[in-house]
C-alpha cells in the first residue's frame, strides 16, 4: 500500500549568493518534488540564507529531496522537522472588501484570531494575519464571506526549537 | 580523495615558495588581469592539454593562453566536440578536462558535452566568456544565460563578477570537478572580469575548508561487515559494478574479491573493463542488451553486492522485478543515489576502494566452491551464446567488432557514439583497463564517440585508439576530422554503416509493426572513405566479410593522421538479447520472432 501523501517541513542553510535560490528551485521542478511552499531570507549571518521548504510526499521522497539538497554545494545544511520540535509561521495580508456596515465585524473576527488591521481604506480592510498556515486559513475561511479581494502570502517559514537531543539527520 | 589531500599540501608548498621569491611583492599579490588568473589558475590545478574554440568574449583569456609555456590547446571544429574531447581526455587521464568557449552560441553548443559529462559523472571544467558585466542581462550580441542553462547539468557553476574572485572559483572548480562523485563545472567570465586587474596572492586561490560541501565520506564499517557476511553466507551470489569502481580505481581490489571468493560478477556499460571482461568470473554485462547469463544470474541472486554503480533503467530493467530474490547490498560515493531507484537492504555511502579494501580483510579465506550455482551459470552461458559466425559470406556487424578485437590489444582505447554499433562494441569487445571503453553512458549522446577519441588519443597519444561507430553517428561530429587531420592524430574510425540509425528502426521492428519511420538515411549519407580522403585521412571501404581483417589492418597501421573503415554490413542485424522497455530483465528476447 503506498504511503499517504504528507507535508513535511523541512529547513535549510544556504550559501546567500546570487543565482542559489534558482539553482535549488529548478532541482525541485526537474527531479519532479512536490513543493507545497518555499520562503527564503537574509540570516543573522548576511553570508547565508534559511530556506524553508514544505515538501509533499511520502518518506522516500522526502528522503530523495534531502539528499539532493545536501549534495548542492551551496547548500550548508538541510533538516527535517517533521519529527522535530519547531515553530512554524505563515504571514498573509488579505485585502477584504468592507463597508461601513461590516468594518467592525472584520475588526472583531480579526481581534479573535490576534491578526492585526494593517489598512483601511473607503471599502477595503487589509488583514495581516500571522501564525501556523491553519490558522491563517481558517481566517482567509471566514474572511471569504465578506468578499477578498487579494491576498499575498508568504509561505511557510519554520525554525527548530532549542534541540534537547541533536537528531543524526542533517 | 586522496588527491585532494596530496593537492592541498603541493598548494602549500607553492604558497611558501612564491612568498619567499616575491618577498615584498608577497603580501600584496602579483598584479595581474583576469585572463592569466584563469590560464595560471589552470597550469595549477588542471591538465596540461585544453580544448576549445575562440570567440569575441573569450579573446583576452586566448590572447594569454596564447603566451602560456604550460599549456596546450587544440582548436575543435564545434564546441560539442570539445566539450566531449575534453571529457574523454579526463575520463583516460583522470584529470579533470578543460574546455573553453565564447558567449553564447559557443556555450550553448557546449551543453550537450557537458550533459554528457554529467551524465556519466566525468570531472570536466568548462570556462565560457561573457558579455561584459553592464550588458549582461539585455539581450546583448552572443548573450545566453550560461548559468542558468548549465544549471540542470552541472555539479556546480559560476558567475565570476569581480577579478578578484578568480583564483579561488578556478581552483574550487577543479576540486569539485574531480573530487567525491566527479562531475562538470562551468566558469561564466565576462569580458570585462577577463580585461580587469586582480592581486594574485596564494592565500585568495586556496580554502582551509570547503562549507557545503564533502568530498569524501566515511564508510560504515558495520555495514561492510554485512556486505562481508552477506557474500560469504550466499549461495547464489553476484557481484554487479559500475563506472565508480574504475573512477576510484579499485579494479584490482575488485578483481581480488572476485577471484577469492569464487563470484560471477556482472557490470554496467560503464563498468566494463574495471572488470576484465576476458576472465572466466564475468558474466558479461546486465541489462537491456546485457548477456543472457548476467540477466538470469541477476534474477535468481539470493545476494547482490552492488558497487559503484546508480542502478539506472537500463540496468534494472521494470524496478520491482529487478533481483527480486536478493539482499541487494548497494554501495555508492554519492548518498542521493541509495535508495533513488532501488531500495537496498545495505546501503554502503563511500569510495569503492575503501569499501572494496575493507571486505578484503573481512573475506579472506571465506572460499566456497558454489558449483551448483556456477553450473547453473555455465548452463545459461551454453543456452544464450550469441553465433556471429553463420551468414556466409555476409557482412555482419558483430563479426567486424570481432575481428577488431582479434586485431588489438589491452592498449587500445575504443570510443563508441550510441545505438547498436555501441551495443556490438559492448558486446563484442574485451575490456581489460577502465578506461579502455569511452562511451556516452547515461546521456545516451549519438555524436561522442570521434570526438571522445581525439581527447583519448591526444590523453595518450602512444596508445591505439579506435573509434566504432554507425553511420548516424559518425555525421552528427564528422567536422572533427578536420582537427584530427590538423593535429596528425592516428585515429582509426570503424564506421558500421548500416544506412539506418539501426537501434530506433529495431524499436520500429519490434514495437511498432516494422512502420520504418524516419530512420532509413542511406539516401543522401556520403562514402564516408571518400570524405574523409577529402579531409585529408585515409578512406578504407570494406564490403565483403573476406575483405574485412585486411582492410582494419591497413587503417590501423595508418599513422600520420585519422583513418577510417566504411564496413558495409549486413542492414538487417540487430541487437540481442534485448529486454523490452518495462520489463523484467529475465524476459529477455533473442531475435525478431521472439518478440
Known amino acids: 500500500m503506498p504511503e499517504e501523501e504528507q507535508l513535511h517541513p523541512l529547513t535549510a542553510l544556504v550559501k546567500n549568493e546570487s543565482g542559489v535560490l534558482s539553482r535549488l528551485s529548478g532541482l525541485f521542478a526537474r527531479r519532479g518534488f512536490n513543493i507545497d511552499s518555499l520562503a527564503v531570507g537574509e540570516t543573522n549571518n548576511p553570508d547565508y540564507s534559511r530556506m524553508s521548504i514544505t515538501v509533499k510526499g511520502n518518506r522516500d521522497i522526502l528522503d530523495q529531496v534531502v539528499k539532493q539538497l545536501n549534495k548542492q554545494v551551496d547548500v550548508i545544511s538541510v533538516k527535517d522537522l517533521s519529527e522535530t520540535s519547531h515553530v512554524e509561521r505563515e504571514l498573509s495580508l488579505i485585502k477584504v472588501h468592507a463597508g461601513i456596515e461590516n468594518r467592525s465585524e472584520i475588526i472583531e473576527l480579526t481581534d479573535i484570531f490576534r491578526a492585526k488591521v494593517a489598512d483601511v481604506g473607503k471599502d477595503y480592510v487589509i488583514v495581516e494575519a500571522t501564525g501556523s498556515a491553519d490558522k491563517v486559513e481558517a481566517l482567509e475561511d471566514l474572511l471569504e464571506e465578506f468578499g477578498i479581494e487579494e491576498i499575498a502570502r508568504t509561505g511557510r517559514v519554520v525554525l527548530e526549537r532549542a534541540a534537547k537531543k541533536k537528531s543524526k539527520k542533517t | ?595
Open chain 2, 1 to 595: 580523495m586522496v588527491q585532494s589531500k596530496q593537492n592541498e599540501k603541493t598548494s602549500t608548498a607553492t604558497r611558501e615558495r612564491s612568498n619567499s621569491k616575491e618577498e615584498g611583492a608577497s603580501r600584496k599579490g602579483k598584479r595581474m588581469s583576469g585572463a592569466r588568473a584563469v590560464i595560471k589558475g589552470i597550469e595549477e590545478y588542471g591538465p596540461e592539454v585544453v580544448f576549445g574554440i575562440i570567440g569575441g568574449a573569450i579573446m583576452p583569456i586566448y590572447d594569454e593562453l596564447g603566451k602560456s609555456e604550460k599549456l596546450q590547446h587544440i582548436t575543435t571544429t564545434h564546441e560539442q566536440g570539445a566539450a566531449h574531447a575534453a571529457d574523454a581526455y579526463a575520463r583516460v587521464t583522470g584529470k579533470p578536462g578543460v574546455v573553453f568557449a565564447t558567449s553564447g552560441p559557443g556555450a550553448s553548443n557546449l551543453m550537450t558535452g557537458i550533459a554528457n559529462a554529467y551524465m556519466d559523472s566525468s570531472p570536466l571544467v568548462g570556462f565560457t566568456g561573457q558579455v561584459p558585466t553592464p550588458l549582461i542581462g539585455q539581450d546583448s550580441f552572443q548573450e545566453v544565460d550560461v548559468r542558468g542553462m548549465s544549471d540542470p547539468v552541472t555539479k556546480h557553476n559560476y558567475l565570476v563578477m569581480k577579478p578578484k574572485d578568480i583564483p579561488s572559483t578556478v581552483r574550487e572548480g577543479f576540486h569539485l570537478a574531480k573530487t567525491g562523485r566527479p562531475g562538470p563545472i562551468v566558469v561564466d567570465l565576462p569580458k570585462d572580469v577577463q580585461t580587469g586587474e586582480l592581486s594574485w596572492r596564494e592565500s585568495d586561490a586556496g580554502f582551509e575548508e570547503f562549507e557545503g560541501y564533502e568530498a569524501e565520506i566515511e564508510v560504515d564499517e558495520k555495514a561492510v561487515e554485512e556486505i562481508a557476511h552477506g557474500l560469504s553466507a550466499a549461495e547464489r551470489p553476484v557481484v554487479l559494478i559500475g563506472g565508480g569502481v574504475g573512477q576510484a580505481g579499485a579494479s584490482k581490489e575488485l578483481m581480488e574479491l572476485v577471484h577469492d571468493l569464487q563470484l560471477p560478477v556482472t557490470s554496467s556499460l560503464m563498468g566494463l573493463g574495471s572488470v576484465d571482461t576476458r576472465d572466466p568470473h564475468f558474466i558479461g554485462m546486465i541489462g537491456m542488451h546485457g548477456s543472457g547469463p548476467a540477466n538470469k544470474a541477476v534474477a535468481k541472486s539470493d545476494f547482490l553486492f552492488a558497487i559503484g554503480t546508480r542502478l539506472d533503467d537500463r540496468m534494472t530493467g521494470n524496478v520491482p522485478e529487478f533481483a527480486p530474490k536478493a539482499k541487494i547490498a548497494h554501495v555508492d560515493i554519492d548518498p542521493a543515489e541509495m535508495g533513488k531507484i532501488v531500495q537496498p537492504d545495505i546501503p554502503v555511502t563511500g569510495d569503492a576502494k575503501r569499501v572494496l579494501t575493507l571486505l578484503k580483510g573481512l573475506t579472506e579465506g571465506g572460499d566456497k566452491e558454489r558449483t551448483g550455482w556456477w553450473n547453473e551459470i555455465k548452463g545459461w552461458f551454453k543456452k544464450y551464446s550469441p553465433d556471429t559466425e553463420n551468414g556466409g559470406s555476409v557482412l555482419k556487424p558483430q563479426k567486424v567488432v570481432e575481428t577488431l578485437n582479434d586485431l588489438t590489444d589491452e592498449d587500445t582505447i575504443v570510443t563508441t557514439g550510441v545505438g547498436q554499433h555501441q551495443m556490438w562494441a559492448a558486446q563484442f569487445h574485451d575490456f581489460s583497463r577502465p578506461e579502455q571503453l569511452i562511451t556516452s553512458g547515461g546521456l545516451g549522446t549519438m555524436g561522442f564517440g570521434f570526438p571522445a577519441a581525439i581527447g583519448a588519443q591526444v590523453a595518450a597519444p602512444g596508445r591505439p585508439v579506435v573509434s566504432v561507430t554507425g553511420d548516424g553517428s559518425f555525421q552528427m561530429n564528422i567536422q572533427e576530422l578536420t582537427t584530427a587531420v590538423r593535429e596528425e592524430l592516428p585515429i582509426t574510425i570503424v564506421v558500421l554503416r548500416n544506412g539506418s540509425l539501426g537501434m530506433v528502426r529495431q524499436w520500429q521492428q519490434l514495437f511498432y509493426e516494422n512502420r520504418l519511420v524516419e530512420t532509413l538515411i542511406d539516401e543522401g549519407t556520403p562514402s564516408f572513405a571518400r570524405v574523409t580522403e577529402a579531409y585529408g585521412g585515409k578512406g578504407v571501404t570494406v564490403a565483403k566479410k573476406g575483405e574485412l581483417r585486411s582492410g582494419l589492418e591497413e587503417a590501423l597501421n595508418y599513422q600520420e593522421g585519422p583513418s577510417v573503415v566504411e564496413c558495409l554490413v549486413a542492414p538487417e542485424e540487430n541487437v540481442f538479447p534485448m529486454v523490452p522497455a518495462g520489463a523484467a530483465n529475465e524476459d529477455f528476447i533473442l531475435g525478431e520472432d521472439d518478440a
